[in-house]
């Protein structure tokens, strides 16, 4: 990855430097590199080998793509060779010999002339945290690091280019980099896709939640069409509603309605390609877990996951596979282990027990000026109403790794990748 030549020698004392430098000690894995089995052997490597793929193997969270180095002043050749003292240095990271030795003050402003550069592959999601508030961020690291860190024009483009006048310098400045992301991945970034049991796809049990939303809602209006995520703050609800803290925003669409397996925060092209490969190469586990036949589930009555009836933020309908068998959570689980096994799931995550439900009202959808951090809702004269709702039996067709926030036509989530399920064909037959 670092691109060195034999005639540009002050190129080669600024790598020669670095061997001798005591900042160049083992450094501990990140927490990525420690849950996707990345870098368990660089633990014990030095610095000096870690060069080698210009800025470690952290693979997880971006890719480095090039590492290079332009001298735009003069040459080794036009230098005094009584001012400096050349030793022959041979690396693996350079395909020829190059020169490394002591310089005196004549030769620190060529040093500054040299220009080195680094792009990364970080993913456009990620671009706001490197810059901070108001540039903040990325101000700090340029100037404590001596770097300029150049974002793309193209909204399409997920990489960053860091130029500095040394490979060390541009290095520490990734490194630095690589810690305001790894922060802001673990706390900061929303979950950006999932792996979800699509149950839209039945209009029968959309007609159920329509009429549901109605019934509470106490208008005539709302239809599966309806964007119940909108940003608009209207209410179309009775003033008896807006005590107990219901508005329409708080409902799931009906057209976005299904079961989820496993959160997922992929925030670059490279981690979603890779997460659509995982779900698609486990296909036939998947079916084999299901003893290669139907599932169906059923759904009954209504429960809350968070909070009281009085205040509660995650309204569901609770999940039962017909048969008793495990068939579905031995499937999930191998969806899930996939996952893990790949190092694209968060540690927190990966700890989660699997709760199948289908939820119908959700607090954090709020919109508008109530929204507050423990929102929530009174459901009890919801759950006095439907507390013992009959849902309906229904057949789970297949699996996708679904985006959020992004909407196919059918007005479901966006299907990056799908694996169908037993029986998924010969209910298109009957449709």
Not at 161 to 185: F, H, L, N, Y
Request: proline share 3%; with cysteine.
């Amino acid at each position: 990855m670092i691109a060195c030549s034999s005639r540009s020698l002050f190129f080669g004392v600024d790598c020669a430097l670095k061997y001798a430098n005591p900042y160049l000690k083992s450094n501990p894995l990140t927490y990525f590199e420690r849950i996707s089995g990345v870098g368990k052997d660089s633990a014990r490597m030095d610095r000096n080998k870690k060069l080698k793929s210009a800025v470690g193997i952290r693979q997880c969270q971006w890719r480095p793509v090039s590492v290079s180095a332009s001298n735009t002043q003069g040459s080794a050749n036009e230098l005094d060779g009584d001012k400096i003292k050349v030793a022959q240095v041979v690396t693996d990271n350079c395909d020829s010999t190059i020169s490394a030795g002591v310089l005196d003050d004549t030769v620190k402003p060529m040093l500054s002339s040299e220009k080195h550069s680094l792009s990364l592959e970080v993913g456009a999601s990620l671009f706001r945290f490197i810059k901070g508030k108001e540039g903040s961020t990325q101000k700090k690291i340029e100037e404590e690091m001596g770097v300029k860190i150049v974002f793309p024009s193209s909204k399409k483009e997920e990489s960053i280019v860091i130029e500095g006048i040394s490979t060390d310098c541009v290095t520490r400045a990734s490194e630095k980099i690589q810690a305001v992301m790894d922060e802001a991945i673990e706390s900061s970034l929303d979950y950006s896709h999932f792996v979800s049991l699509p149950l839209a796809i039945h209009p029968e049990l959309i007609d159920k939640l329509v009429n549901f939303q109605n019934s509470i809602l106490g208008n005539n209006d709302v239809s599966a069409d309806e964007n119940l995520e909108s940003d608009s703050i209207e209410d179309t609800s009775d003033i008896e509603n807006k005590d107990f803290g219901i508005d329409k925003s708080i409902f799931i669409k009906p057209t976005t309605f299904h079961l989820t397996v496993l959160m997922l925060k992929l925030w670059n092209k490279e981690r979603v390609n890779a997460a659509s490969g995982v779900l698609k190469s486990i296909s036939s586990k998947v079916i084999d877990a299901l003893d290669n036949q139907p599932i169906f589930i059923k759904l009954k009555g209504l429960d809350t996951m968070r909070g009281s009836l009085s205040r509660a933020r995650v309204l569901y309908a609770p999940v039962e596979e017909i048969g008793s068998e495990g068939r579905l959570l031995r499937a999930c689980q191998v969806i899930i282990n996939a996952f893990v096994e790949a190092g694209l799931v968060l540690e927190k995550d990966a700890k989660q027990k699997l709760k199948l439900h289908a939820t119908v009202m959700n607090a954090r959808h709020r919109k508008g000026k109530r929204r507050r951090k423990n929102d929530s809702f009174d459901a009890r004269g919801i759950f006095k109403q439907f507390g013992s709702e009959d849902w309906g039996e229904y057949l789970i067709c297949e699996a996708h790794l679904s985006q959020r926030f992004v909407y196919d036509e059918n007005g479901f989530y966006h299907c990056c990748a799908s694996i169908p399920f037993p029986g998924k064909e010969e209910r298109k037959q009957t449709d």
